[in-house]
C-alpha cells in the first residue's frame, strides 16, 4: 500500500521558515517524480514545486521562486520543502505528489498517489 506522509506544518509569523518533510512507502521512490501543491481555503490545489525522479531539475511556480527549495533523499524515500520568507498568502494545507509518467511505444503509463497534507499557516 503507497503512502505518503507529510509533517512539518504548523503556525509561524511572517518572514519565518519551515522545512516540510513528505515520507514515501509502498513504492520505488527513486522512480517518481515529486511535487508540493498548496491548497488555501477556497481554492484549488497550485503546484509550487517539482522536482524531478533523480533529483536534478527543479521547477517553481513564481509566487515561490527565491523563497522555497524543493529537495529529495531517494536513500530516504523522502521529499522536502524548505519554505523562507513566508507570508500570510502562503497559508494552507501543502499536499505531496508522486508521479510517474511513462511511455513505452503505444503504451503510456500514469500514475499519481497523494498525501493527507499538513496546515501552514502564516500569522502574526
Known amino acids: 500500500q503507497v503512502q505518503l506522509v507529510e509533517s512539518g506544518g504548523g503556525l509561524v509569523q511572517p518572514g519565518g521558515s519551515l522545512r516540510l518533510p513528505c515520507a514515501a512507502s509502498?513504492?520505488?521512490?527513486?522512480?517518481?517524480?515529486m511535487s508540493w501543491y498548496p491548497q488555501a481555503p477556497g481554492k484549488e490545489r497550485e503546484l509550487v514545486a517539482a522536482i524531478n525522479s533523480a533529483g536534478g531539475v527543479t521547477n517553481y511556480a513564481d509566487s515561490v521562486k527565491g523563497r522555497f527549495t524543493i529537495s529529495r533523499a531517494n536513500a530516504k524515500n523522502t521529499v522536502y520543502l524548505q519554505m523562507n520568507r513566508l507570508k500570510s498568502g502562503d497559508t494552507a494545507v501543502y499536499y505531496c505528489?508522486?508521479?510517474?509518467?511513462?511511455?513505452?511505444?503505444?503504451?503510456?503509463?500514469?500514475?499519481?498517489?497523494w498525501g493527507r497534507g499538513t496546515q501552514v499557516t502564516i500569522s502574526s
Open positions: 505528489s508522486a508521479v510517474l509518467d511513462w511511455c513505452s511505444g503505444p503504451v503510456c503509463s500514469y500514475t499519481d498517489y
Open positions: 509502498g513504492l520505488t521512490f527513486s522512480s517518481y517524480a
